[in-house]
């Protein structure tokens, strides 16, 4: 159960023996380990290096996946810096673009969909709070942003009300 310690073996091997076979397996297991350990950034720096250096291997669809998990789980409250979710849509999107009949690619979808719905719920905040302050033209900006790029989210239809209310504030009628 101590992920670090286990981390930093298999860090070790890789070290030791950096051309074998063993070590290129030791790099992912150790980027699973820090992942365990919750420690996401060098999990993350891990798989870079892994990616990096072995760019056509058979586990880059779980390396990508694992990335893209050490993003996902930092994905926090939407009053936060949306980034993680950012990061690990742009990850999941490459891992099922590359790799679409993979394991990995349909837990990816899922959590895709949860990472839009995070990224639409912050902008559909942010247009709220300018709505709340009477600046409808930026809040119209960040409801359309809703309903042409997350419209397949729980936010759509709040969206479309909203961006109705905002054009009516301004009396624009259709």
Do not use: W
């Amino acid at each position: 159960q101590n992920f670090l310690a286990a981390a930093e073996a298999f860090e070790e091997i890789d070290k030791q023996h950096p051309y074998s076979k063993l070590a290129k397996k030791s790099k992912i297991l150790a980027a699973y380990a820090y992942y365990l350990s919750k420690n996401y950034v060098d999990s993350v720096f891990t798989i870079d290096r892994f990616i990096s250096l072995h760019p056509a291997d058979k586990l880059m669809p779980y390396a990508l996946y694992l990335k893209g998990l050490c993003h996902f789980e930092r994905i926090d409250n939407v009053d936060l810096d949306q980034s993680p979710s950012r990061n690990s849509k742009k990850i999941f999107e490459e891992l099922i673009k590359k790799f679409p009949d993979s394991v990995y690619s349909k837990d990816a979808k899922k959590k895709l969909l949860i990472a839009n719905d995070q990224l639409a719920a912050k902008e559909m905040d942010i247009g709220r709070y300018y709505q709340e302050r009477n600046r409808h033209l930026a809040a119209i900006e960040r409801f359309k942003i809703v309903i042409n790029d997350y419209n397949t989210t729980a936010q759509t239809p709040e969206a479309l009300y909203r961006l109705t209310e905002s054009y009516l504030s301004l009396g624009i009628i259709g």
